[in-house]
């Protein structure tokens, strides 16, 4: 192998690859570490010290939508003279990107931090200071960016084949919640031996969860609920944890689930069944017609398209006694809840947030409990009996906790990660034990003696009721958490209609009070 580099240089150049691969499931294009191994033997027999490498798993083509997070922190280094090396090594220049646009930056910012390139492929360093090096750099660019045109056309031809063979008859991208399919092996157009999806059926477990989760939307039931519900009956999704409300919200979107496709803003006929057409004999229990969950699901799609239906309240809390209060049978925090079903809108309520074992109308028990809020802030003596005791042992063991959890956080921010996936997975570490801090922080205040917290969000004087009203929600449910406790007016916990006098929402209250 002849590589061309003046005898003068060799042992005292320094070098930093930049490695990238696709995802590449054909196994014919070299991995990063295939590369940096070929780089290092090069390297060594050219004296030439390789520093830290940057590494990208992922497309450089025009058509590419992932960011690539070293290539980023690749340009802040160089333009920030950052990057420590003479030489940026390249298996060839493809890699560096598919973009013209893109790789011109990159060779106008290595020219003028005097970066010079290896490309291995070319077996010889080129320098974009130089007239007839930054041409073959330049021509790279040109031929790269052309075939990955050629290469997104023939994806695109692909997928639409896919699409079009007998009414997509293969399927397409990843199997929908609640279907399974079937593969057998053949030839591609190039003669590889590949799985092609040859049947697309309703999975019974995982469709009979899809069919139930229209049946509830149409009931009027929340997202959030039905999540709760499914993980306690330990309903999960493909990767075998519980799926939360917004992943639950899309499913009911997908046209798939009656057996038909959406492309490009068109519905169009596919080859597999409603999602409630169970075959086969272990299949005999269908708890629906195809036609009545057909039904089902354009009445869903109404719902979901009603302008009126509020599926979250944004801009922060709405409800000042959202969860101070208790559910009375399994002490569940109380939250509000709207329903709207079989066309009617019902008034707000509070709902037990675990289980729904309670609920009672909202409006009703907010004047109960608001006057007695009311009453207990207009008199003069109340701030002295919300000052907060020493945390004693509880106190020191918070503070510990909190020691130890700032020494990890600091372990973290210290790191110095190699790769994205390192630095996302530190960048995770880090955010969760930043969230742990701050409760702990939270906590140990809450224990650490003091004057009456009370006081400083509500000082004592006339007209209670329009001092009340004043305030943020946000302050008025900092002061009903401070009330509503067992050692100042008690408790609240509704309770079943059958464990109280009568239906009526204040004999359905108990003021629970510490001993």
């Known amino acids: 192998m002849t590589i061309t580099i003046p005898t003068t240089t060799i042992g005292t150049l320094t070098a930093r690859e930049y490695l990238r691969v696709s995802v590449d499931r054909t196994g014919q294009e070299r991995s990063p570490e295939e590369q940096h191994a070929e780089h290092v033997e090069t390297a060594d027999d050219l004296g030439i010290k390789l520093g830290k490498p940057y590494r990208d798993i992922g497309s450089a083509s ?25 030489l940026l090594w390249l298996w060839e220049s493809s890699r560096g990107s598919r973009k013209t646009g893109e790789w011109v930056t990159l060779l106008d910012v290595c020219e003028e931090k005097g970066v010079r390139f290896y490309v291995q492929t070319h077996e010889r360093i080129l320098d974009p200071r130089n007239g007839n090096d930054r041409r073959t750099l330049l021509l790279d660019a040109v031929d790269s960016e052309h075939e990955s045109y050629k290469i997104s056309k023939r994806v ?39 799985l092609r999806p040859t049947e697309q059926a309703p999975k019974r477990d995982e469709a009979m969860a899809v069919i139930e989760l229209f049946y509830r939307i149409r009931a009027g039931h929340s997202m959030v609920s039905i999540e709760r519900d ?38 169009l006929e596919g080859s597999w069944p409603c999602i409630a057409d169970f075959k086969g004999a272990s299949y005999n229990d269908k708890p629906v017609s195809v036609e009545e ?94 000052i907060p005791e020493d945390g004693g042992a509880e106190l020191d063991k918070v503070r510990a906790q909190l020691a130890a959890t700032a020494a990890q956080l600091k372990a973290f ?51 209670v009721a329009a001092r009340w009203n004043a305030k943020p929600i946000e302050v008025q ?24 006098p009568s239906d009526a929402v204040a004999d359905r209250i108990k003021w629970a009070v510490a001993a």
Do not use: W
């Not at 992943?247 to 009911?252: A, E």
């Not at 689930?257 to 519905?267: S, T, V």
């Not at 707000?348 to 409006?363: D, F, L, M, N, W």
């Open 156 to 194: 695109l031809r692909g997928v639409k084949t896919n699409l079009n063979h007998e009414g997509g008859a293969r399927g397409h991208g990843i199997c929908p919640f609640g279907y399974e399919r079937t593969y057998a092996r053949t030839r591609d157009g190039i003669g590889r031996s590949v």
């Open 413 to 463: 921010e210290d790191e110095d990660p190699e790769t994205p996936a390192e630095a996302r997975l530190i960048g995770r570490k880090i955010e969760k034990l930043s969230s742990e801090i701050t409760e702990l922080e939270r906590r140990e205040v809450e224990l650490t003696p003091g004057p009456s917290p009370l006081a400083a969000l509500f000082d004592y004087g006339p007209d």
């Open 477 to 500: 449910r900092q002061i009903a958490a401070l009330l509503l406790a067992p050692d100042v007016l008690g408790e609240v916990r509704i309770m079943q209609v059958a464990d109280s």
């Open 293 to 386: 969950f057909i039904a089902v699901f354009y009445e869903v799609q109404t719902i979901l398209d009603d302008p009126d239906r509020r599926t979250n309240h944004s801009g922060g809390p709405q409800h000042a006694f959202s969860g101070a209060m208790k559910c009375g049978r399994c002490g569940g925090k109380l939250s509000v809840t709207y329903r709207k079903a079989a066309g009617k809108e019902q008034p707000p309520a509070y709902q037990c947030s675990v289980k729904g074992c309670v609920r009672i109308t909202k409006e009703e028990l907010d004047k109960i409990v608001l006057a007695e809020v009311l009453a207990y802030l207009a008199r003069s003596e109340v701030y002295q009996a919300v």
């Open 62 to 86: 025009r058509y590419a939508k992932k960011v690539r997070d070293d290539f980023e922190r690749l340009m802040d280094d160089l333009r920030n003279d950052k990057f420590g090396a003479d």
């Open 230 to 267: 499914f993980a306690a009956r330990g309903i999960v999704g493909r990767r075998g944890k519980p799926m939360s409300a917004q992943t639950l919200r899309g499913i009911p979107r997908r046209f798939c689930y009656i057996g038909k496709r959406e492309h490009k803003g068109k519905i």
